[in-house]
T-cell receptor, first 113, second 109 residues
Framework: TQLLEQSPQFLSIQEGENLTVYCNSS?????LQWYRQEPGEGPVLLVT?????EVKKLKRLTFQFGDARKDSSLHITAAQPGDTGLYLC?????????????FGKGTKLSVIP | GAGVSQSPSNKVTEKGKDVELRCDPI?????LYWYRQRLGQGLEFLIY????????KSGLPSDRFSAERTGESVSTLTIQRTQQEDSAVYLC???????FGQGTRLTVV
């Protein structure tokens, strides 16, 4: 069983601050996804990273996939209240063609105005 | 449809009753997942369907839980003899990048 650990579990910051959340595993993934979930909604896909060392930017969000494809980070610059939500990472294992996703427990981010 | 559709959006049931939750996938998506999310918690994997392959049922918490899907069609998650601890949001996602529905909020009273 592949496990993804996310840290920190909870994060409360002031508007305008920067933050980084982490997603770590001892397993190698073929790809890794990041999602944001707002209260009462299903998770929404933010980005998929597939290549070791890959960096993707989405406005103020920067996603990095580790060289060994075992870990990933999400950095938010100048956080805004609209960034509040549960951030989930999910690793895909394409072994045997299954593409089954494994989710971490999430980081709950609160950005205080 | 354009997105993953789940029904009902909310379900209140009495302890001991059976419930059936439905997921309409995005057309063409062969992968389909069911997850459970308790209040304020992360996602708990329940079951994974991949086309016509045998589903991965390793996340189902007890034999009261079952799910069906034929090919790339609708999936149903059935919970028999519901218990209060079954209260949660049940989320369905389809496709390799997991596009989620809005979920079904189940409350067992």
């Amino acid at each position: 069983t592949q496990l993804l650990e996310q840290s920190p579990q909870f994060l409360s910051i002031q508007e305008g601050e920067n933050l980084t959340v982490y997603c770590n595993s001892s397993s190698v993934f073929s790809s890794l996804q990041w999602y944001r979930q707002e209260p009462g909604e299903g998770p929404v896909l933010l980005v998929t990273v597939v290549t070791g060392g890959e960096v993707k930017k989405l406005k103020r969000l920067t996603f990095q996939f580790g060289d060994a494809r075992k870990d990933s980070s999400l950095h938010i610059t100048a956080a805004q209240p609209g960034d509040t939500g549960l951030y989930l990472c999910a690793g895909a294992d394409s072994g045997a063609g299954s593409y089954q996703l494994t989710f971490g427990k999430g980081t709950k981010l609160s950005v205080i105005p | 449809g354009a997105g993953v559709s789940q029904s009902p959006s909310n379900k209140v049931t009495e302890k001991g009753k059976d419930v059936e939750l439905r997921c309409d996938p995005i057309s063409g998506h062969t992968a389909l997942y069911w997850y459970r999310q308790r209040l304020g918690q992360g996602l708990e994997f329940l079951i994974y369907f991949q086309g016509n392959s045998a589903p991965d049922k390793s996340g189902l918490p007890s034999d009261r839980f079952s799910a069906e899907r034929t090919g790339e069609s609708v999936s149903t998650l059935t919970i028999q003899r519901t218990q209060q601890e079954d209260s949660a949001v049940y989320l369905c996602a389809t496709g390799y990048e997991a596009f989620f529905g809005q979920g079904t909020r189940l409350t067992v009273v």
